[in-house]
Nanobody
Framework: QVQLVQSGGGLVQAGGSLRLSCAASGRTFSTMGWFRQAPGKEREFVAAIAWSGGTTDYADSVKGRFTISRGTGKNTIHLQMNSLKPEDTAVYYC????????????????WGQGTQVTVSS
């Protein structure tokens, strides 16, 4: 049984930092990533990392501020979010896919439970 368990998130002032983590179990994945969904908006891609090689991909809106990385644990990733803005407020979801290119922002097979990130102005 595949499980993606997220941790981190919370409330922070604009300009601050937060770190999200995701631990996946049950399968080996080709790519893991982060998505987010703000109230009244569609879910959008944030970042992804290829498990083999560690190549990364970022949405333009977070490039230079967010960093996705692999953790020391198997199938664990982190999202370090710096210089946070109010428009980063959303529920963030960890996701994983079994195959496909890391730069393809679709085709994810499994999703975490979501965690709220709120950035106050």
């Amino acid at each position: 049984q595949v499980q993606l368990v997220q941790s981190g998130g919370g409330l922070v002032q604009a300009g601050g930092s937060l770190r999200l983590s995701c631990a996946a179990s049950g399968r080996t994945f080709s790519t893991m990533g982060w998505f987010r969904q703000a109230p009244g908006k569609e879910r959008e891609f944030v970042a992804a990392i290829a498990w083999s090689g560690g190549t990364t991909d970022y949405a333009d809106s977070v490039k230079g501020r967010f960093t996705i990385s692999r953790g020391t644990g198997k199938n664990t990733i982190h999202l370090q979010m710096n210089s946070l803005k109010p428009e980063d407020t959303a529920v963030y979801y960890c996701a994983a896919k079994l195959s496909g290119r890391y730069y393809s922002r679709s085709g994810y097979d499994y999703w975490g439970q979501g965690t709220q990130v709120t950035v106050s102005s």
